[in-house]
């Protein structure tokens, strides 16, 4: 089989589907890509177990309702989260039809649970039903099975309350035809424990995976101070004050040094890292020019909530080695890079911002970016740059982070 052809997704489809896939709790699970060689769209795997959807540009290009595009995008999201997606290899396979009408149906509660109108669905059907080829299921059968579960979903919306009915039909799989009140109550009763309304991705991960805490949100702030450096290939020095706030809930009682604190640098940056004391009692167990960690000294009780800050300052010397290679990019010599490495928590949300005294130039996609440490699965997206009062301020954030996934942004001066 030859290999796809394949390119970043237009603007409108991306958010599209970082809309979907957030609502499911599912942030940064698939990726996305453009191809002309797909007749519609597709799911795949690719061989290093990537999860891609790829569409043709011109099937969901300006002209079509962004409803279209969703209803595709959340049908083919249904291949994956059903457990229906083709290898590589098979993409020109058409699926069975049980697997076509399990995505249906996913993609009709989908669009309910997002906020679709029911009118927006049906000039969808209309012209999804011009664009495709006969098949089975034939477009009338699709139409039936779509609209049926999107006025199910509604009535269960009505009937359980939009949020409790929204987490028990995404987390039903493989009952997409078959979802009654009955079903999604029994569903909502064996998950009781997750079923407050206010438990948060991340608790209801971090309990599955019994973490004694997790991470309600982490912001890590960056201000660089280089406002004196004209040229950064020149010799010099500058530094960067970092500051990181978590919001840290524990899920079971902690002791003192559960929660540890590490900052450091790669070792050939021409950059040193040190200390800086912040809201918490700590006992620093490793100190060297390049690697800072400490262990901090409260506890917490199962429930308690803490927000806590830590600091670091990093000290560049000028010029910065050109080949400063780390987790995969090549920062140039008056460009920088910073990463967030996840080893060990689930975070519902991080936002990374820096600032710097100098223009940032404008990002690129790609510059902002996440890495999983496990497959090497990689996703680059565009950071939103900023400026005002003299700042240039680069900002990302990510949502539901895992253990073992490092967050990163790069700039630009
Ligand atoms: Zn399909």
Redo the contacts with the bound molecule.
């Keep these: 089989m030859a290999k796809l052809n394949r390119y970043p997704a237009d603007g409108r489809t991306a958010k599209v589907l970082v809309d979907l896939l957030d609502q499911a709790y599912l942030s940064n699970w698939v990726r996305l890509e453009a191809s002309a060689e797909v007749s519609n769209a597709v799911s795949l795997i690719t061989p290093s177990g990537e999860r891609v959807i790829v569409y043709r540009p011109d099937f969901l290009d300006r002209e079509v309702p962004e409803a279209f595009v969703a209803l595709v995008i959340a ?2 999201l249904g ?1 994956h989260i059903e457990g229906d997606t083709a290898g590589l290899a098979v993409t020109q396979a058409r ?1 069975p039809k049980e ?2 009408l399990r ?1 249906d149906a996913f993609a009709a509660k989908m669009l309910k649970v997002r906020g679709y109108r029911e009118e927006q669905i049906v000039e969808a059907l209309d012209l999804l039903v011009g664009k495709l080829p006969a098949s089975t299921p034939t477009p009338e059968e699709r139409r039936r099975l779509i609209l049926k579960n999107y006025k199910r979903t509604r009535d269960l919306q009505t009937e359980l309350g939009d949020s409790r009915a929204a987490y028990a039909l995404l987390e039903t799989k493989n009952s997409a035809l078959a979802t009654t009140k009955a079903e999604v109550e029994a569903e909502l009763k064996k998950k009781s424990d997750d079923l407050d309304d206010h438990t948060s991705w991340a608790e209801r991960a971090g309990k599955k995976d019994k973490k004694k805490t997790v991470l309600e949100s982490v912001v890590m702030s960056v201000r660089l101070n280089d406002g004196d450096i004209t040229d950064f290939t020149q010799p010099g020095k500058y530094t960067a004050d970092v500051e990181i706030t978590y919001h840290v809930l524990a899920l079971e009682d902690t002791v003192e040094g559960d929660l540890e604190e590490v900052f450091h640098v790669s070792p050939e940056s021409s950059t040193t890292v040190s200390w800086v004391p912040s809201t918490e009692k700590y006992s620093l167990h490793h100190k060297d020019p390049v690697r800072v960690a400490a262990f901090f000294r409260f506890s917490l009780k199962a429930r308690e909530r803490r927000t806590i800050q830590t600091s670091a300052r990093y000290e560049y010397t000028l010029p910065l080695s050109p080949s400063r290679k780390t987790h995969g990019v090549e920062p140039s010599q008056a460009d920088d890079a910073f990463f967030y490495i996840n080893q060990y928590d689930y975070i519902n949300e991080l936002v990374l911002v820096i600032r710097s005294s100098k223009p940032l130039r404008e990002p690129m996609k790609g510059d902002a970016l996440l890495e999983r440490e496990v497959d090497n699965f990689k996703i680059g997206s565009t950071p939103l740059l900023q400026s005002e009062s003299g700042y240039s301020v680069a900002t990302f954030r990510w949502r539901n982070l895992e253990p073992r996934q490092i967050a990163g942004l790069l700039i630009r001066r």
Excluded: L, S
């Design positions: 049908h083919e291949h699926p697997a076509e995505a």
